[in-house]
């Protein structure tokens, strides 16, 4: 494996099919399991990264195909990398608890909560 470009936070490596991220420094062992639960969840929803393993320190993670987001925004395209953040931003908002979008279906389930056919 190989170090990672861009892997600010963790030690990152890869070999073109597997990322192994370690956790170090202040509040790792938080970071990592914040990292699987979400990676984890949102997998079949969102383009992330299939966990392949865990330990205590580390993250196997399967390799995403695509653009890191750091050579996009050194490539000049920082526009269409914040537009797309914002976007999701905005998804992220509508379907977080007590988000409009989870308003908006918890009153449409209520109404029609006795409807029969």
Known sequence: ????????????????????KTYE?????????????LLTALRGLLPVPPVRAASADALSLGQVAGVRGQELLDAGQAPAVLAACGEMRRFCE????????????????A?????TE
Not at 103 to 109: C, D, G, M, S, Y
Request: cysteine-free; charged content about 30%.
């Open 25 to 37: 420094g202040p509040d790792a062992a938080l970071r990592l399991h914040r990292e699987r639960a």
């Open 94 to 109: 509508r379907w977080e608890p007590g988000g409009p979008g989870v308003r908006q279906w918890e009153e449409r389930a």
């Open 111 to 115: 109404a029609t909560a006795g409807w």
């Open 1 to 20: 494996m190989r170090p990672m470009k861009h892997g600010y936070t963790n030690r990152t490596f890869g070999d073109g099919a597997v990322v192994r």
